[in-house]
């Protein structure tokens, strides 16, 4: 392990002689020995520090790969990147298929604002439903006495029903298949379609649960878009994303939690590429994934979704209760 100075000189000072020697014994030890560069103390601490930890593991590797029943384990850091199971995070491999469904909703236009009832209004003062209107004839919020009333409830719902079928999580496995741990684990996704149909969304931009009927803020309530083509209408051909893992160990498996969801508006296939940047790796190492993405298309009015839905027993009291609102209103 050679290291080098390269702190300022004054030209002046310099022994020609000594640093044609220096060049001539630099040129002689570069193919041979482990050479570094530093500009100052603080320099040249960080990286003998973090050169003998290298030296060091590879020197125990290879003492432990000497012992009776013992593995061979090469003194290099080794990174494996493959898919995983979203829910076990067992790893899947290198390739997988990944099924979903693009439920289109014919008449979303015709869904109409979620505006409650209230009981004990007289009749005279509103509209046929029992509901109050304005002056204008308009229902009135005020009069209902809901000012953070949802008007968007309802397409909230049938957006998180679409939404819900449409995107599948994308979660990553890795294996550091060498005897040298690494730091600073870095990795750069990039995600190619062979067509401008796929959107990949961060987790938080999908909705875990069903909407709420009021809009005030409510800790830990999350955002909730209010049609499909919010989200769906970013499709795309080229996406990227990253990942960053403190520390793989030698010989240890991490499977960080879901990265991100992915959908599409038609069948395709996606070529993952990675490039993957650690403390301990000389230069980027590049692997490639590929995703079958399978896209079944259904086209459905909203009557024939809540319908579905109920039949599913997914809350079916509300369900029930906004099919017939929907229905009376459209």
């Known amino acids: 392990m050679l290291y080098f100075s390269q702190a300022h000189q004054d030209p ?3 022994d020609l002689d000594q640093l044609a020697k220096l060049r001539e014994f630099k040129a002689k030890t570069f193919p041979k020995a482990l050479v570094e560069k530093y500009g100052n103390s603080i320099e040249f601490k960080e990286k003998l520090s973090k050169q ?4 060091l593991r590879g020197l125990l590797v290879e003492e432990g790969s000497g012992q009776p029943g013992a593995t061979e384990v090469r003194p290099v850091t080794d990174v494996v990147l493959h898919f995983a199971d979203p829910e076990t995070g067992e790893d899947l491999g290198t390739e997988i298929n990944l099924d979903t469904t693009l439920v289109e909703v014919v008449d979303f236009e015709m869904i109409p604002d979620y505006l409650p009832t209230k009981t004990g209004v007289n009749k005279e003062e509103s509209g046929s439903e029992g509901r109050p209107r304005s002056a204008g004839g308009s229902l009135s919020l005020d009069l209902l006495g809901y000012p953070d009333v949802n008007r968007d409830y309802y397409r909230q719902r049938v957006t998180y029903v679409v939404l819900r079928g449409l995107f599948r999580p994308l979660r990553f496995w890795l294996v550091n298949r060498g005897g040298i741990g690494a730091r600073d684990v870095y990795i750069d996704l990039t995600i190619a379609a062979s067509s401008e149909s796929l959107i990949l969304v961060p987790n938080d931009r999908i909705p875990k649960s069903m909407p709420s009927k009021r809009t005030g803020f409510v800790f830990g309530l999350e955002r909730q878009p209010s049609r499909p083509d919010e989200i769906i209408a970013e499709a795309s051909d080229t996406w990227s994303w990253n990942l ?3 520390a793989l160990q030698p010989q240890r498996t991490v499977t960080p939690p879901t990265a991100f969801f ?5 069948s395709c296939e996606l070529e ?3 490039r993957i940047y650690a403390d301990t790796l000389p230069e980027p190492a590049v692997q490639h994934l590929k995703v079958m993405l399978n896209v079944s298309k ?4 909203i009557e024939e979704l809540l319908s579905g839905m109920i039949q599913e027993g997914t809350e079916s009291g509300e369900l029930e209760e906004s099919r017939a609102a929907v229905s009376r209103d459209l």
Not at 298 to 301: A, F, L, M, P, R
Request: proline share 0%; no cysteine; hydrophobic share 45%.
């Open 272 to 274: 993952v590429t990675a």
């Open 244 to 246: 960053e893992i403190k």
């Open 12 to 14: 002046e000072e310099l």
């Open 52 to 55: 003998l930890e290298i030296q």
């Open 298 to 301: 259904v086209s459905i009015s």
């Open 262 to 266: 992915l959908g599409a508006t038609e």
